[in-house]
């Protein structure tokens, strides 16, 4: 038996000592180069989560799929919680980004649609993601799904939300359109599916004259 060969499994050595095991937790390269890369770990626990939910899905369920033991996903991830902030925090960050680059407020149609453009263009590049963290319960209350309510009352300022209560209720009405959008139908035909939300969310929050006006009780004549 070979050095290397006694050092992975615990045996005799070359001089008839006893060879030293591998340490709890390490694994023989051998081993190793057996086990899926952690990209892949990813990208199939991305659709579990994403179909089954978060909390339904089991570290087993995606250790099966990949047809490994869970040791192998241990390898990569300590727990079922490292692989969700994997997955959740690059888009977030890109959200991040795009929050940052404003310079404040979108008062001009032309900032507000260029925005919501690239907003649009964010949430379709991670609908399932984006559908993850506002319908998945544990995931909304997760610090990732706070994050991400976070960054949208963030854009809800910058599309003008604090300025009234109608402004509040159209710039709401608009980022709902869009992640609902998005979420239900960007599989049907990505490219009209983003058109189409984008318009109905710009039209909405252009819908602002008549709703902010004097109120209906205000400018009615009185009765005798």
């Known amino acids: 038996m070979s050095e290397s ?5 615990g045996g005799v050595g070359p001089d008839g000592a006893a060879a030293p095991r591998n340490p709890p937790g390490d694994v023989p390269a051998a081993a190793r180069e057996l ?5 892949r770990m990813l990208t199939v626990a991305r659709r579990l989560f994403c179909s089954q939910g978060y909390d339904r899905t089991p570290l087993r369920a995606i250790s099966d799929a990949l047809g490994v033991t869970k040791a192998a996903v241990y390898y990569h991830f300590k727990a079922k919680d490292d692989i969700l902030v994997a997955i959740v925090t690059p888009v977030l960050d890109r959200i991040d980004q795009l929050v940052d680059s404003a310079s404040g407020p979108l008062h001009d149609p032309d900032d507000r649609r ?4 690239r907003y649009v263009d964010l949430l379709s590049t991670d609908a399932d993601i984006t559908t ?3 319908g998945d319960p544990v995931v909304t209350e997760h610090p990732l799904g706070r994050r991400f309510a976070a960054q949208r009352e963030q854009i809800r300022s910058l599309l003008g939300a604090d300025e009234s209560l ?3 209720i159209r710039t709401s009405t608009a980022l709902r359109t869009l992640e609902l959008a998005l979420g239900e139908f960007g599989d049907a035909d990505p490219a009209q599916v983003r058109e189409t939300a984008l318009s109905i969310a710009i039209a909405v929050l252009d819908a602002g004259g008549a709703a902010e006006g004097p109120s209906a009780s205000a400018s009615a004549p009185e009765m005798a």
Do not use: I, K, N
């Open 5 to 9: 060969v006694c050092e992975a499994t």
């Open 35 to 39: 086990r899926p890369g952690r990209q």
């Open 114 to 117: 260029r925005f919501l453009q």
């Open 132 to 134: 993850l963290l506002l």
């Open 166 to 168: 109608p402004a509040g």
